[in-house]
């Protein structure tokens, strides 16, 4: 990549809506290595997972989009920005989108017909104190959620793990850090379930859920204390 490359977030709706944030990507963009963020080669750029850190909590509601912008004529083959393609049925609501004359246009009618894609985003959720009241985490059930679901308390080291109403059984959860060892295992009832993560490091883990018939897997990224 020779230019930097700009993600921002829209407001949702039919379309991407109203700017609310962007931020540059690339070049100062992080890697996560060996239990930290570290800067990493340009070369790599399309063989790692990165993450990029707004400087001030976003307030999306409860739908957005994220965009991309790279300022360059993308010349040759090491100066494309790698997005993974997502396999969406027929008559599916458009994901992909582009702008074209400052208006959003559906992906699938752009005139040069590029492959129809989605950008890869997964939010590292830590808690939401915008669209629900403050004292969420205290009455956990009124929260409805179609997969399973954690959201991590930050001042009192654990997190909440929400489950789907069909979610009934006893769920085994393991949480393993990025070397693939085992840190937590423990057996928990939905609709929702504690998780005591006290005794974990600052980092990214992987969590591992399955009730026998159903298997859910979730990030979860433990910051720094304040």
Not at 61 to 81: A, M, P, R
Request: charged content about 15%.
């Amino acid at each position: 990549i020779k230019a930097p490359i700009t993600v921002k977030v829209h407001a949702g709706g039919s379309s991407p809506g109203v700017l609310l944030a962007k931020a540059i990507l690339n070049p100062t963009y992080k890697d996560y290595l060996s239990g930290r963020f570290a800067s990493v080669s340009q070369t790599h750029f399309g063989q790692a997972e990165n993450y990029l850190r707004f400087n001030k909590p976003i307030s999306v509601g409860t739908d957005f989009f994220v965009t991309y912008q790279v300022d360059n004529n993308l010349e040759s083959v090491n100066d494309s920005f790698f997005v993974y393609t997502a396999i969406r049925p027929s008559g599916a609501a458009h994901s992909a989108w582009y702008l074209s004359h400052q208006s959003w246009q559906p992906l699938t009618e752009h005139p040069n017909q590029p492959v129809s894609t989605a950008l890869w985003i997964e939010p590292l959720l830590m808690a939401d104190t915008i669209t629900q009241p403050g004292d969420t985490l205290t009455e956990p059930d009124t929260i409805e959620v179609s997969s399973p679901v954690i959201v991590y308390a930050r001042q009192e080291k654990k997190a909440y793990l929400y489950f789907p109403v069909e979610w009934t059984n006893t769920c085994s959860v393991e949480v393993y850090n990025l070397a693939g060892q085992r840190s937590l295992h423990l057996m928990v009832d939905p609709p929702v379930a504690t998780l005591m993560l006290g005794t974990l490091k600052q980092g990214l883990y992987l969590i591992r859920i399955s009730d026998g018939s159903r298997l859910a897997f979730l990030k979860l990224l433990i910051p720094s204390n304040p």
